[in-house]
Nanobody, 124 residues
Framework: EVQLVESGGGLVQAGGSVTLSCAASGFPFDDYVIGWFRQIGPAREAISCISNRNGRGWYLDSVKGRFTISRDNAKKTVYLRIDSLKPEDTAIYYC??????????????????WGQGTRVTVSS
């Protein structure tokens, strides 16, 4: 069973940085892709993803340059670092997993499992 646990959220000041973690268990981590999503109100959007097989990542255009996704296969954890935080980054951040069929995480629908989310609140 795919299990994902996000952590690292909290109250942070604008201009600061935060690193979110997505700890995975219950599936062969190296053969999966992990995506990060954020939800603001009712809207959820994909912001980044990575292939655990080859480390190839993708970013939503609007977050490029401030968001960095990485993974530690030994720890079965994917990270999302957010720099130069803005109040509009305030959201619940979720990670999700899917089988890596193409080594391109953008081909995934992330149906295998989702975490419970971690809230990031950016104060101005």
């Amino acid at each position: 069973e795919v299990q994902l646990v996000e952590s690292g959220g909290g109250l942070v000041q604008a201009g600061g940085s935060v690193t979110l973690s997505c700890a995975a268990s219950g599936f062969p981590f190296d053969d999966y892709v992990i995506g990060w999503f954020r939800q603001i109100g009712p809207a959820r959007e994909a912001i980044s993803c990575i292939s655990n097989r080859n480390g190839r990542g993708w970013y939503l255009d609007s977050v490029k340059g401030r968001f960095t996704i990485s993974r530690d296969n030994a720890k079965k954890t994917v990270y999302l670092r957010i720099d130069s935080l803005k109040p509009e980054d305030t959201a619940i951040y979720y990670c999700a997993a899917d089988v890596d069929l193409t080594s391109d995480c953008t081909d995934s629908y992330f149906k295998a499992g989702w975490g419970q989310g971690t809230r990031v609140t950016v104060s101005s």
